[in-house]
């Protein structure tokens, strides 16, 4: 497969993603309580609900998959220092830019009266222990958990190759990796932290994805995909849903997890999709920002326009175009990218 046609798959599977997460965070149902009930079922609560749990919660999986592939495919030990300075620029810098700048937007918001009364928002005052607070714990983007675990998996990147760079060794290490989240062993370890639970599982697909780009790049970056691996990646998908529904379990949850995106993938290679468009391409800025426009827009209209499930469910679909749009002008106003602003803000994407 030629170099454009790998990062244009790339493209539509992380623009996929990505409307998967903007859905998790449009969830509107606390906000618009006015049901609308179908033969006595509230029908569009259940679909955000089925969508949110079933299918969208597969886009964080997807892209701990995607990255870990993308990040080992080309990996070497003479290109570690290479990998920490691009990830520093990437990952880091836009890490902190944006927990400062949620910071200061929930201050602003603090401050102005109607905006708080709308908002529910406390008073906040501004401190240096307010300011750490907000970029270590990412107090006011709690969604910025995912670029945070991502920035520790860079560091413990040569530890992680060390494991994974075998091929023996790394099956061994991801299955031992899979075993301890399945029994909890990290949780209870780290003393029944919950975010060192989350780690671990959200490890082992990270691992999955490095594995993969290190012993099976040619497999995933086949020219043409066969519709047995598809049907076969499509079979599994459905049966890991069947048991993590029938069984639900951290090892079931994982595997269904795992292996949606995986078939996902396989599906993205399988369709004749066009070349993606430019807009397509912004989902760095997309995930960054869709929190921000998706709770804005649901208090908004469901505060002075109906609180009815009928604008929320229009408005659930809905806001991955509008965030889409918004960043695709914001891009513009930078110059199409060019500017300083949109650089540091997008890790130079």
């Known amino acids: 497969m030629n170099k454009n046609t790998f990062s244009n798959r790339v493209t539509w599977y992380n623009f996929i993603l990505c409307i998967f997460v903007v859905w998790i965070h449009a969830q509107n149902t606390d906000l618009f309580t006015e049901v609308v009930m179908t033969e006595g079922k509230p029908l569009f609560n259940q679909i955000e609900q089925t969508i949110v749990?079933?299918?969208?919660?597969?886009?964080?999986?997807?892209f701990f998959l995607c990255s870990g592939y993308l990040f080992y495919r080309n990996y070497s030990w003479g290109k570690v220092l290479e990998k920490y300075k691009t990830r520093f620029v990437g990952l880091l810098i836009p890490y902190v830019i944006w927990t400062l700048l949620y910071y200061f937007i929930h201050v602003g918001v603090s401050y102005i009266t109607p905006l708080r009364a709308v908002f529910n928002e406390p008073p906040i005052?501004?401190?240096?222990?307010?300011?750490?607070?907000?970029?270590?714990?990412?107090?006011?983007?709690?969604f910025l958990w995912f670029l945070q675990f991502l920035i520790l998996l860079v560091v413990l990147s040569p530890l992680i190759y060390l494991l994974i760079s075998n091929k023996y060794m790394g099956i061994v290490a991801i299955v031992l990796v899979l075993v301890i989240d399945s029994t909890g062993i990290c949780g209870d370890?780290?003393?029944?932290?919950?975010?060192?639970?989350?780690f671990c599982?959200?490890?082992?697909?990270?691992?999955?994805?490095?594995?993969?780009?290190?012993h099976g790049s040619s497999a995933v970056e086949s020219k043409n995909t066969s519709w047995l691996l598809l049907l076969a990646?499509?079979?599994?998908?459905?049966?890991?849903y069947y048991f993590f529904k029938h069984s639900p379990s951290m090892f079931t949850n994982l595997?269904?997890?795992?292996?949606?995106?995986?078939?996902?993938?396989?599906?993205?290679?399988?369709?004749?999709?066009?070349?993606?468009?430019?807009?397509?391409?912004?989902?760095?800025?997309?995930?960054?920002?869709?929190?921000?426009?998706v709770r804005g827009m649901n208090v908004l209209v469901s505060k002075y326009l109906s609180a009815s499930m009928w604008p929320g469910i229009l408005l659930f679909f809905l806001l991955p175009v509008l965030c889409f749009a918004l960043t695709s002008l914001f891009?513009?106003?930078?110059?199409?990218?060019?500017?300083?602003?949109?650089?540091?803000?997008?890790?130079n994407r």
Do not use: E
Not at 129 to 139: E, P, S
Not at 201 to 214: D, Q, V
Not at 273 to 289: E, R, S
């Open 53 to 62: 749990s079933d299918i969208a919660v597969v886009g964080v999986a997807g």
């Open 125 to 142: 005052t501004v401190t240096w222990k307010g300011i750490v607070d907000a970029v270590l714990n990412y107090r006011y983007c709690a």
């Open 189 to 198: 370890l780290a003393f029944g932290s919950v975010q060192a639970q989350a």
């Open 201 to 214: 599982n959200w490890l082992f697909i990270y691992m999955t994805g490095g594995y993969i780009g290190i």
């Open 233 to 240: 990646s499509v079979i599994l998908a459905v049966l890991a």
């Open 255 to 293: 595997m269904y997890l795992l292996l949606f995106a995986a078939a996902l993938w396989c599906l993205v290679c399988k369709l004749p999709l066009p070349m993606a468009a430019n807009w397509q391409k912004h989902t760095f800025i997309v995930y960054m920002t869709h929190f921000l426009i």
């Open 331 to 347: 891009w513009r106003i930078c110059g199409k990218g060019q500017s300083f602003v949109w650089k540091m803000l997008s890790g």
